[in-house]
């Protein structure tokens, strides 16, 4: 097993923030890491999409991730949907991690994205 590091974090304000969707946040976040990171995005070898209500207000279930990251260069990436209610996030991360320290992937990027 290898060792695992947080190279980059992003982060959007808690809060209401009307006319903001997942997509804009999970955006916003995923610009901040990357940038934060110093990698460039061609070096994520998978995704974890954290979230737990998107699905039910979009009616678009099982594709959370793909949704927010349509039309987007990192919509090309493998992407897995976590949903595990308020732990979508940290399951997320935890997947990643694993994925990470078992040589399955270099690079894996965690977002947890909600917007209720």
Same mark, same amino acid.
């Given at each position: 097993m290898k060792g695992v590091a947080i %190279?980059?974090?992003?982060?959007?304000?808690f809060g209401k923030q009307v006319g903001r969707? !997942?997509?804009?946040?999970?955006?916003?976040?995923?610009?901040e890491a =990357? %940038?934060?990171?110093?990698?460039?995005s061609d070096r994520i070898d998978r995704i974890y999409f954290?979230?737990? =209500?998107?699905?039910?207000?979009s009616q678009q279930e099982m594709v959370r991730g793909q949704v927010a990251l349509r039309h987007q260069v990192l919509g090309k990436v493998p992407l897995?949907?976590?949903?595990?209610a308020c732990a979508s996030g940290g399951?997320?991360?935890s997947l990643a991690c694993e994925a !990470?320290?078992?040589?399955?992937?270099? !690079?894996?990027?965690?977002?947890?994205a909600e917007q209720m």
């Open positions: %190279a980059g974090i992003g982060m959007t304000q969707g !997942v997509r804009s946040l999970a955006l916003a976040a995923i610009e =990357i %940038a934060d990171s110093g990698l460039a954290g979230n737990a =209500i998107s699905g039910i207000i897995f949907n976590i949903e595990n399951s997320a991360f !990470v320290a078992s040589g399955a992937v270099e !690079v894996a990027l965690v977002v947890g």
